[in-house]
């Protein structure tokens, strides 16, 4: 997992206790509003530090958020007092990461990933805003970049079935099928067991959920209220699955050591794959960029984007 410097306190714990202290000093009038010298980075350092010891937000959520302030704010705004950022300062930063980007590679940001980068931005001024120490939050008063109105493009069912023909006999076909006739969210594919699915009635459950933090899959609670679910399956991605775990049970009798976790897409050591490379398959679900006529092409893109993924020992799926 990428590591993610927290600055400023050793603790979560601490920063809570420095963060409920500062707000008891605003109410006793101890500290001027609006006068206290703080910079931008102490003041992320006590709302991601806060957040933590609060734990109100998903540990995803906390992470993605240490994320974006270490590639998008943090050196761009450095030691800039609170006090000094204005709307004007914000609209610079925003119309820098549109023109050159973030720490993280330099190419110019789509306003949806600013809109990303500005969450711990705009916590962290809420907090300072509502506790007095700012009178007023910058970012109320500067506008965000909109973003161009698009309409998806989604394969057709033909479209599918000659993506899904390409695939045919390639390891990491039943993924391809499921994610494409199943209709679940990749996290849920990646956390789905065997004791969760009912070949003979046709039925999986959808109980248990996956993010990742980094390159770590870690459990979720889930996109919503109604993740946990039902979904039925028809005889045709019955026998998918069928072909799934007899292949899984080749590769337990060739393994030398073999990663018993009950999940039904593990790559050869029987290890859970990381959702970041399945990530790439969204177009399949949501609406490609371009269509599968383009012969073996799309084929060998996503057969190439997950191969070692699938098969690090072999570097083929």
Same mark, same amino acid.
């Given at each position: !997992?990428?590591?993610?410097?927290?600055?400023?306190?050793?603790?979560?714990?601490?920063?809570?206790?420095?963060?409920?202290?500062?707000?008891?000093?605003?109410?006793?009038?101890?500290?001027?509003?609006?006068? =206290?010298?703080?910079?931008?980075?102490?003041?992320?350092?006590?709302?991601?530090?806060?957040?933590?010891?609060?734990?109100?937000?998903?540990?995803?959520?906390?992470?993605?958020?240490?994320?974006?302030?270490? =590639?998008?704010?943090?050196?761009?705004?450095?030691?800039?007092?609170?006090?000094?950022?204005?709307?004007?300062?914000?609209?610079?930063?925003?119309?820098?990461?549109?023109?050159?980007?973030? @720490?993280?590679?330099?190419?110019?940001?789509?306003?949806?990933?600013?809109?990303?980068?500005?969450?711990?931005?705009?916590?962290?001024?809420?907090?300072?805003?509502?506790?007095?120490?700012?009178?007023?939050?910058?970012? !109320?008063?500067?506008?965000?970049?909109?973003?161009?109105?698009?309409?998806?493009?989604?394969?057709?069912?033909?479209?599918?079935?000659?993506?899904?023909?390409?695939?045919?006999?390639?390891? =990491?076909?039943?993924?391809? @099928?499921?994610? !494409?006739?199943?209709?679940?969210?990749?996290?849920?594919?990646?956390?789905?067991?065997? +004791?969760?699915?009912?070949?003979?009635?046709?039925?999986?459950?959808?109980?248990?959920? +996956?993010?990742?933090?980094?390159?770590?899959?870690?459990?979720?609670?889930?996109?919503?209220?109604?993740?946990?679910?039902?979904?039925?399956?028809?005889?045709?991605? @019955?026998?998918?699955?069928?072909?799934?775990?007899?292949?899984?049970?080749?590769?337990?009798?060739?393994?030398?050591?073999?990663?018993?976790?009950?999940?039904?897409?593990?790559?050869?050591?029987?290890?859970?794959?990381?959702?970041?490379?399945?990530?790439?398959?969204?177009?399949?679900?949501?609406?490609?960029? +371009?269509?599968?006529?383009?012969?073996?092409?799309?084929?060998?893109?996503?057969?190439?984007?997950?191969?070692?993924?699938?098969?690090? +020992?072999?570097?083929?799926?």
């Amino acid at each position: !997992m990428k590591s993610i410097t927290r600055r400023g306190y050793a603790t979560a714990s601490e920063a809570a206790k420095a963060r409920r202290e500062l707000i008891g000093k605003l109410d006793a009038g101890l500290v001027k509003p609006g006068a =206290t010298a703080l910079t931008v980075n102490e003041l992320l350092d006590l709302y991601l530090d806060g957040l933590d010891a609060d734990q109100r937000l998903s540990p995803k959520t906390r992470h993605d958020y240490r994320v974006y302030a270490q =590639t998008y704010v943090r050196k761009p705004l450095d030691n800039r007092k609170i006090r000094d950022v204005t709307p004007e300062v914000i609209l610079t930063w925003q119309r820098r990461l549109l023109a050159e980007g973030g @720490a993280k590679d330099g190419r110019p940001l789509a306003p949806n990933t600013i809109r990303l980068a500005q969450a711990p931005l705009a916590g962290a001024f809420k907090l300072a805003a509502s506790s007095g120490i700012v009178a007023v939050n910058p970012l !109320m008063h500067a506008p965000r970049p909109k973003a161009r109105r698009s309409v998806p493009r989604y394969w057709s069912p033909e479209q599918a079935r000659e993506f899904l023909s390409l695939m045919e006999g390639d390891r =990491t076909y039943p993924v391809w @099928a499921f994610l !494409m006739c199943a209709g679940l969210r990749i996290g849920e594919l990646v956390a789905l067991r065997w +004791s969760n699915v009912d070949l003979t009635e046709g039925v999986v459950s959808v109980v248990e959920f +996956s993010t990742y933090l980094g390159h770590d899959v870690v459990p979720s609670p889930g996109k919503s209220r109604d993740a946990i679910r039902r979904v039925d399956i028809d005889t045709a991605l @019955a026998g998918v699955l069928r072909a799934q775990r007899a292949q899984q049970a080749k590769e337990r009798l060739a393994a030398d050591s073999y990663e018993e976790s009950g999940h039904v897409f593990t790559r050869r050591p029987g290890s859970l794959p990381s959702p970041v490379p399945l990530a790439a398959a969204r177009p399949l679900q949501r609406g490609a960029r +371009s269509t599968p006529s383009d012969g073996t092409r799309a084929q060998a893109h996503l057969r190439d984007a997950h191969a070692r993924e699938w098969s690090p +020992s072999e570097g083929r799926c």
